[in-house]
């Protein structure tokens, strides 16, 4: 049992506890999870941090793609894998969503900003993602 | 930690006894003192040789890490030219001071209005006494520091589910939880369920230790009295004169000591990057980038966006442009290139290395993190309730009020940290603009202090996945994505090599970047100097 070990067991037991701490190591800073499920409230709770309000992202030293018009959403499985593993610059949510709460979102953002992808995503194609 | 001391106990069962008796902040303690810690690998100033001369280095980045490489290449004798995305040196390195203004993603602009002498950092805040790499920077470019208190004993642990929302001093709850679980040891250890576990000699010493350790009485009860009151603090002090009798505190009660969860905040300042001594740049930690921007002068190229890093057999290329206004793509050369580009923006930048460099650089997104400031009329922490610096941590999703730790019993305003928080609290206040986030540190903050509404002034609020430079405050490392790739993001790629806390062990810290550069440039020179 190493020392970085036995900390982040400590500090993962009293996140838990529900009280915030002040991360010692990389994996403590994402303790926790998010209470949102609808696919609107997860957008406008999580994804719009970065792909913005009105989903056209947003240009600085690097980028964050555009979610509005988006062919790339075609294909439901592609942004499915995108939020549970993540790509670049795009961190990884599979430790904070539950397979309904990919589904819900996906689906919110394929028949919004523009886009028209009614083919619904279930738990289970997420969960077979995973 | 298979060690085996005389007794034939390894160490390891006994951590697991104390952590199991008592407690997590007993175990760390112990484990603190049996030495697993480990210190940061700066052994002094890195000693270079006059390269071949002539001899050029393109640097990206005038963060700590790029400004480390280009002061050391360029007192080597290296020709050294540094391109910025920003309008300032520093990077992530950063105060926000009041008459700054601040557009983060998605256009969001804030006007800082601190008083002078007031700041928030929104990146780094601390310098712990064992990064000696920054700690020396500091001393070489002569950056005042002083003390940031980590632990204050009379600020609060604060849950709105324990003791009806009302915070305890942090000495209440942690001579309480000592007192408790010393008492418990020392019933155990009486009632011989340690007998298997320790020598009889041992055993007496244990007792004493505990009675020492958990402020016991003398038939080993924690109880009201002078003995406790002497450590968690009296009822009513002893004074001078008449009517100067002491009155001692009472104790919390045990099972709602525990119930409250509140010990769990004792443990933070006890990690070895928490612990005295730890300072702060007087002034704001920005002190420290400004200080290697005026060294480093005209070396620094500013509001450069790079869009292009081309190597070939002869040198680097980067192209960039202006990254207010855009126009005609420059370009910029170098024999060799440390580019410290933090890899979220890497990972856009077109750049022909070989794979497994290029893996690891799309395989490191950047963690979230929120920092909230709040600028209040008074110092009310102080003047109402005698908190000079130090930390509150509360279970609410700002986790944490900073006081500040400049300014003691100035009469002028002041500001606190008002949030500091990791992961989804991060993520979703990353999803709100900047007077939201300021408005819900507000909230959190009133069941603190409720003197925080009345005095509040104004405040600034930096959610880190909204920096347009960075898109996030730190590299995501977990421990498989390091073992996967992060001896390929340091390895020398031909002619360019990366550096920054990114490629460290000391992630999201100042030291990282230094250390990481260090070492970079040390391999670099090596590659150089071998022909």
Known sequence: ?130 | MTEQNSEGMSRRSLLNLIGTVAGSAVMYHAMTEMGYAKESGYTGPIKLSAPPPGTSVLILGAGVAGMVAALELRNAGYKVQVLEYNNRPGGRNWSLYGGDTYTELGGFTQHVGFDPGQYLNPGPWRLPYHHYGILDYCKRLNVALEPFTQINFNAYLHSTEAFGGKPQRFRHVLTDWQGHTSELLAKCTQQGALDQAVTKEDKEILLAALRNWGALDKNYQYAKGAISSNRRGWASDPGGGLDSVPIPSEPMAMTELLSSRLWAGLTPGLGYEFQSTIFEPVGGMGMIGKAFGKELGNLIKYNCKVIDIHQDEKGVTATYIDSRTGGTPQKASGDWCVCTIPASILSQIPMNVGAPMRNAINQLPYESALKTGLQFKRRFWEEDEHIYGGITFTNQPNAMLGYPQWGFFSKGKGVILGAYTFGPNAFMAAAKPPEERIKDALEYGAKVHPQYKQEFDCGASVAWHRVPWTLGCAGAWTDERRAAHYNDLCAIDGRIVLAGEHASRIPAWQEGAVTSSLDAIGRLHKRVMAG
């Open chain 1, 1 to 130: 049992m190493t020392m970085k070990n036995t900390m982040m067991k400590m500090f993962a037991a009293a996140a838990v506890l529900g009280l915030s701490l002040v991360p010692a190591a990389a994996q403590e800073f994402r303790a926790g999870n998010f209470p949102m499920q609808s696919g609107e409230a997860i957008y406008k709770g999580v994804c719009q941090g970065c792909h913005m309000p009105d989903a056209k992202g947003a240009v600085g030293a690097g980028r964050y793609p555009a979610l509005a018009g988006d062919s790339n959403l075609a294909v439901a499985g592609y942004p499915i894998g995108i939020i549970l593993h993540g790509q670049k610059a795009m961190p990884w949510f599979n430790e904070y969503f539950s397979d309904q709460q990919v589904a819900n979102v996906v689906n919110y953002v394929r028949t919004h900003f523009g886009n028209h992808y009614t083919d619904k995503v279930t738990a289970a194609d997420v969960k077979a993602l995973r």
